[in-house]
């Protein structure tokens, strides 16, 4: 095969996963000898999403944090708190800052090339991966996917939420917001539709991401997200001199159902490859940490394979258990929140959504939630 169809690593998907993959190859320095190629069919030029997490040391992608807060919001049934989160820091980075500068930095690479165009196949073989793009072959070493095949076929004990949001970042005439104070959950809306919250992200004095957010089985119909958002602006921040600079609409899969991590020498990544927190829908931290695993695997064996253990098992019993909860209906959303965040410091919640707390402190979380229907649901699991 042609020298210009053969790679040493191919990236299939430039997005989220794909891009953070090749950042971390790059920065790490030590991938300068191998060829590497990006394929992905969107040229990404449009903030098509933002990304919110949070961590306690700056990231790899730090110079990109849009806005970042420390003392954050909770507003349960009954109970408000205003958290500090030191050492953590709530952070969002806007999806076209990402982009851009993801690819400013590796199209100067003289080892990175980029093709666009749609993928339309995949497979494994004796000598590697190959990648089908716009009805062109490549073939490589491995091959890093991010590309997802609809929705996976479920097992009897899969559970398939849809978290689906939609946000507008309003600017508003008279100062309405306090920066530096960002609402994570704000639970006093309907909870009819299932798990509801909505949540602010101020960037100054008059200029906010406002999001209504469901953990739900079915989307709604698109007029009832705008009538939402309108009363919750209109009525809980009472605001109604304002204008909507963008908008955001997504849905991101809330399952336990086992993404395969390999096939031979294809390797998932982000959503597809199981990436995105079962519970809680957060994926951009968890696609860093496998990043920055894949890459360590390649520098210390040469292979993708040798990354160190993360008790996937263990957090997807825990992620399983509250799907279940939430699923049949064992107990509302919101007031499980509330639990979490009323009995326990808001430090230990986050380390425990980002599958980082010790089994310790994870029986101390538990212990403080409602004790029959997570038994129940934890023996049926
Ligand atoms: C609107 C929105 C907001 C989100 N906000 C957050 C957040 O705040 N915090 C958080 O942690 N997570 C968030 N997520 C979840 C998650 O972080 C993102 O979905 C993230 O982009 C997932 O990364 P990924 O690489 O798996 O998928 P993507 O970023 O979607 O990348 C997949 C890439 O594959 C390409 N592709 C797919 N099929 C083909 C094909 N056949 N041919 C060629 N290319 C193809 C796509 O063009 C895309 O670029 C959000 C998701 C959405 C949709």
């Known amino acids: 095969m042609q020298d210009q169809y053969t790679y040493d690593y191919i990236i299939a998907g430039a997005g989220c996963a794909g891009l953070s993959l090749a950042v971390h ?20 030029q449009q903030n098509d999403r933002t990304w919110c997490f949070w961590e306690k040391e700056p990231g790899l992608f730090e110079e990109l944090v849009y806005c970042q807060w420390e003392k954050a919001w909770f507003h349960g049934d009954g109970f408000s708190k205003l958290m500090d989160l030191a050492p953590y820091k709530y952070k ?14 590796l199209r100067k690479q003289p080892n990175v090339r980029f093709v666009n165009g749609e993928i339309s196949g995949m497979e494994t073989n004796d000598t590697g991966a190959s990648l089908l793009v716009n009805g062109v072959q490549y073939q490589s070493q491995y091959i890093f996917s991010s590309i997802r095949d609809g929705k ?52 100054s004095e008059k200029r906010a991401l406002v999001e209504y957010t469901f953990f739900t089985e079915n989307l709604l119909e698109p007029a009832a997200y705008d009538k939402l958002l309108d009363e919750y602006i209109n009525t809980r921040l009472g605001i109604s001199n304002y204008q909507t600079t963008e908008e955001e609409f997504g849905v991101i899969p809330m399952t336990n159902h086992r993404f395969p991590v390999q096939r031979g020498n294809i390797i998932y990544t982000g959503t597809a490859g199981g990436q995105t927190k079962a519970s809680s829908g957060y994926t951009f931290r968890f696609i860093q940490k496998h990043a920055a695993a894949i890459t360590q695997s390649l520098i210390r064996t040469g292979t993708p394979f040798n990354q160190p253990k ?10 399983s258990v509250l799907l279940h909860v939430l699923t049949h209906k064992l107990l509302p959303g919101d ?47």
């Open 310 to 319: 993360n008790h996937r098992r263990k957090y997807r019993f825990y992620d």
């Open 152 to 203: 996976p076929v479920l097992d009897k004990k899969d559970y398939y939420l849809l978290q689906h949001f939609k946000g507008r970042i309003i600017e508003t005439a008279e100062p309405k917001f306090t920066p530096g104070e960002a609402t994570l959950m704000d639970f006093r809306v309907g909870q009819e539709e299932g798990t509801t919250f909505v949540y602010v992200m101020p960037f």
């Open 25 to 44: 190859l790059v920065q790490s320095g030590q991938f300068r000898d191998k060829k590497i190629l990006l394929a992905d069919r969107d040229s990404k």
């Open 92 to 105: 969002l980075i806007r999806g076209i800052d990402f982009y851009n500068w993801c690819h400013a930095l």
């Open 335 to 381: 007031k499980i929140f509330t639990r979490l965040f009323k009995k326990n410091e808001p430090q230990r919640v986050l380390g425990f959504l980002d599958n980082e707390t010790s089994l310790r402190e994870e029986i101390g979380i538990i212990s403080t939630l409602p004790t029959w229907p997570f038994l129940k649901a934890a023996l049926r699991q």
